[in-house]
């Protein structure tokens, strides 16, 4: 069974720093691509940045030059270095991983798996 936990939101006036951390554990035959989405209140899921196992990076224009992606040397780990934040980035915050795993007979499958969620909020 694969799990992604993530850590690290919280409460942060504007203009602060937060860190959030994901973890992927389980039978994980490789991951190939992992990202960061938030959905604020009463607004659809978006994509904040995105980082493929060649270390190709994507992020919301919203977010650039203020947040950065980066993988853990293990590559099972993710983290979002969220800096100069504002009001309007308060949402939860998905971690998402593109999985492989092999099963019994060696065939295999290839799906997304989400975390819990982390609240951030931000003050003004």
């Known amino acids: 069974q694969v799990q992604l936990v993530e850590s690290g939101g919280g409460l942060v006036q504007a203009g602060g720093s937060l860190r959030l951390s994901c973890a992927a554990s389980g039978s994980i035959f490789s991951i190939n691509a992992m990202g960061w989405y938030r959905q604020a209140a009463g607004k659809e899921r978006e994509l904040v940045a995105s980082?493929?196992?060649?270390?190709?990076?994507n992020y919301a224009d919203s977010v650039k030059g203020r947040f950065a992606i980066s993988r853990g040397n293990a590559k099972n780990t993710v983290y979002l270095q969220m800096n100069s934040l504002k009001p309007e980035d308060t949402a939860v915050y998905y971690c998402?991983?593109?999985?492989?795993?092999?099963?019994?007979?060696?065939?295999?499958?290839?799906?997304?798996?989400w975390g819990q969620g982390t609240r951030v909020t931000v003050s003004s």
């Open positions: 998402n991983a593109h999985i492989a795993v092999v099963d019994s007979m060696s065939i295999k499958t290839e799906y997304d798996e």
């Open positions: 980082i493929t196992s060649g270390g190709r990076i």
